[in-house]
């Protein structure tokens, strides 16, 4: 015998006049009503049995030998953050029906009048935090669903820490209830305000120092706070950066970062990435942090450590860029050999023959693709009314893919 179908009703802002004539039509021949009380309480009339929703897995193991007529109440759209995600998991899709309602996130942005077409939705019930930031500072817009320990202010927090604080902030509270509140404010505001239980956030980007002060690609050296003037310099780091075949969303390591530069640069062009940069000599710290700051370099992470050692807590790679060893390079490539994911690549600067040759004899060991770029870079620089060029040191990239 085919069991019953399952409904999946949206509630929406409002209370009985939100709902569809087909809703009311699925709710009226129902036999049981599974919701929150907030929902239930909507359907004083209801002639059927009504339920407070259980745990998922109860639920779950409700549904699977249930042969009632179900409807199940949710907020919205179920299929936002909601129920249907877990149930079209587990269950037949074909006993499962649908029938949405305006979103909570629809009304917030209708309220404050702002397109939501070109936001970006990230719910932090049962997550981590640090995903929901990544995602955050990488968009223009973003609208955020929040729970009890992930509070309006503790999101506003560690945005700062990021140095991410060009937004207008919308907390809105409490939305279709007699209580509604819409409050505009910016990151630091965001911090003072104590927020209702049931709450959205809205961030919209206003301001962006690395877009509006300096270009994603090619910040002149002297941008950079360093140690005297240690530094992959511009035109190297251009070609560095496009030899890593730099990709959206990859996992990118900046070993021997000094002050930085690749991974600011290489920042902007993973804009949805993971970044860690890693030094240990405290007087570069200094200036990186510094940088950093600077160049609101949301998505890069400082790691304090002194490679090899240090890295077991942070992601394998997709992308290694090698710019310091500090007398461990064996041991370093090693590590990365162990570490590095299939087709990864790494980069290595070599300005000696000495790291050149051990480099490349570990790599062509290990059955690594290689190219070898010698840049010779000579610059202008005035001499009284003349001008000249003045060569720079040369500098071996190596690029290295890892077989798949």
Known sequence: MAQEMIYLVGAGITGWEGFGSKAREVIARADLLIGHQRHLDIFADFQGEKRELPSLPEVLEFLRSSEQRVVILASGDPNFFGIARFLLRNLPKERIEILPNVTSVQYAFAQIKEPWDDAIF?????????????????????????????????????????????????????????????????VKGLLELPAAPLNIVIFI??????????????????????????ITKQEVRAVTLAKL????????WDIGAGSGSVSIEASNLLPNGKLFAIEKNPEALIHLRDNLKKFVARNVQLVEACAPEGMEGIPDPDRVFLGGSGGNLEEIISLL??????????????????????????????????????????????????RMFEAQNPVYVITARKAS
């Open 337 to 386: 050999d162990k570490r590095l994911k299939a087709d990864g690549v790494i980069v290595l600067n070599a300005v000696t023959l000495d790291t050149l040759t051990k480099s490349v004899e570990f790599f062509e060991d290990h059955g690594y693709l290689l190219e070898i770029v010698c840049i010779n870079v000579a610059r202008t620089r005035n001499l009284t009314e003349y």
């Open 122 to 186: 990230v719910s932090v019930h049962g997550r981590g935090l640090k995903g929901t930031i990544d995602r955050i500072v990488a968009a223009e817009k973003a609208a955020v669903l929040t729970d009890e320990k992930n509070t309006p202010a503790v999101i506003a927090a560690e945005l700062l820490s990021r140095g991410a604080e060009g937004y207008v902030v919308w907390l809105c509270e409490s939305l279709g209830l007699a209580d509604e509140k819409l409050t505009r404010t910016d």
């Open 245 to 252: 075949s730099l990709q959206d969303d990859l996992i990118f």
């Open 205 to 230: 980007k206003v301001w962006e120092p690395t877009l509006q002060q300096y270009p994603l690609l090619g910040i002149n050296d002297d941008e950079f706070a360093s140690v005297k003037k240690m």
